[in-house]
């Protein structure tokens, strides 16, 4: 599997399972609205009822007959089998019901506002483990040409000392050089594995699977306005939209417990069928209905409304602090991220002459040895150098990169977004 920026971004958003379980409890947000719509519809439901057992109620009954003693009847007030529907319609809830679909209706747009937050953050996930992946290339790339280089001047020692126009120390300096980046290429090799593993958990991939990435690291100039970056983070991001719903979630539960308070109308309806047999003729079954308003006047609960609506009024003070202290920390972000970007363009711009300059000193050093104008040490000290200027060259242009995704991100910038 060979992968792009833009196809890894993809797949993470396609396969991932943290964000597939955001998007989720975004479809469960959508049934809660439901669930809140159907209090407002009427409820039926069905009732059978088959009696096991009973005591036959006995009553003393005088007699008609002067003289005799009074006689005791039983009579079964009982049926053995009985149906009932039962119907139940809200009329006026003093606002509970409104309340309740409004606050359903906020939470799935916060919920929706997560999913946002959760899309930032894989995207960022991705670009970050994408690059540490071409990073980790260039590392290798840099290890294997100084094992290259410090090879090649072995070997010309070598040839060198052999003709007697170089000393033992030389030749040996030059092996142990060689010996010596080695295990650092071995390391760096297997840093690009751990990179490949990192990209392929993130994506939600087997992580026996083959993958490469296609694309390199390269510089894009950027020269971000402090204040525009501002306004379009307040404007953007997920959590400043997200806690203002949750806002007014708390103030819907205000208005939930005041309404616990008021009186509520609703109107019952049961229809009932019973008889002592379990047959379908028409005969034998009794029926009688009976439709009620039902008025309740809540009249002392223990103080629990008065209790409900101070806790929600203290949840809005809580998330009014919150608040502005997402703000304060998404305008520390944005700044944050432009001073890291200044810093990793000026870095990587003045790392970019070191590579030439490192290069040339390498190259006079190699020739200057050939002539035996300077040793052995001055040769590996240009090739040390060299390697290690190349080595910040690559982390200085990670480091750009990243700053760009981190801005992205700071300003709530999707990835097709920041690609424009």
């Known amino acids: 599997m060979i992968l792009t920026l833009e196809e890894s971004i993809q797949l993470a958003l396609s396969q991932n399972p943290y964000h597939l379980a955001t998007e989720k409890s975004v479809e ?39 003289g005799e003693a009074p006689r005791r009847v039983p009579f079964d007030f009982t049926r053995d ?33 997560s999913l946002r937050q959760s899309q930032h953050d894989t995207v960022f996930n991705t670009k970050q483990a994408f690059y540490g992946i071409l990073l980790a290339r260039e590392f290798v790339k840099v290890a294997e040409e100084a094992v290259e280089v410090a090879n090649k001047n072995y070997e010309n020692v070598k040839s060198m000392y052999e003709v007697g126009m170089t000393s033992k120390l030389d030749l040996l300096r030059s092996e142990v050089r060689l010996a010596d980046l080695k295990p650092q290429l071995i390391k760096v090799k297997n840093s690009l594995r751990i990179a490949k ?24 100039p950027a020269e971000p306005d402090v204040d525009e970056c501002l306004i379009k983070a307040l404007q953007n991001r997920p959590e400043v939209k997200r806690i203002g ?27 009932n069928f019973w008889a002592d047999q379990f047959n379908f003729s028409k005969d034998t079954w009794q029926s009688f209905y009976a439709i009620n308003l039902v008025l309740t006047v809540p009249i002392f609960n223990g103080f629990s409304s008065f209790a409900r609506v101070a806790q929600s009024k203290a949840l809005i003070k809580e998330l009014e602090f919150n608040q502005k202290g997402i703000v304060d920390a998404i305008e520390f972000e944005v700044r944050q991220a432009i001073l890291n ?12 002459k070191n590579v030439e300059q490192a290069q040339e000193s390498l190259r006079i ?20 150098t060299l390697t290690q200027v190349k080595t910040n ?12 995704a981190e801005l992205d991100k700071a300003m709530g910038v999707g990835w097709d977004e920041g690609e424009e």
């Open 28 to 66: 469960g947000a959508r049934y809660k609205v439901n669930e809140a719509v159907a209090g407002f519809l009427p409820s039926l439901n069905a009732q059978g009822q088959n009696t096991l057992d009973e005591k036959v109620f006995e009553l003393e009954l005088p007699s008609f007959i002067p």
């Open 81 to 113: 089998y009985q149906f009932a529907l039962s119907l139940s319609l809200p009329l006026f809830t003093g606002g509970r019901l409104m309340a309740g679909l409004r606050q359903a209706k906020y939470n799935l747009l916060s919920t929706e506002e």
């Open 197 to 220: 593993l990192g990209l392929k958990s993130l994506l939600g991939l087997d992580l026996d699977q083959e993958l490469e990435v296609r694309g390199d690291l390269f510089y894009t």
């Open 245 to 271: 719903y949750q806002k007014k979630i708390a103030g819907e539960m205000v208005k939930i417990a005041r309404a616990a308070r008021l009186p509520s109308i609703s109107l019952a309806g049961t229809y």
């Open 341 to 352: 970007l200044e810093e990793a363009r000026e870095t990587l711009l003045s790392q970019e």
């Open 365 to 384: 050093a190699q020739l200057s040895f050939s002539e035996g104008l300077v040793t052995s040490l001055d040769v590996i000290a240009a090739e040390a």
């Open 393 to 404: 060259y690559s982390q200085a242009l990670y480091d750009y990169v990243m700053s760009l």
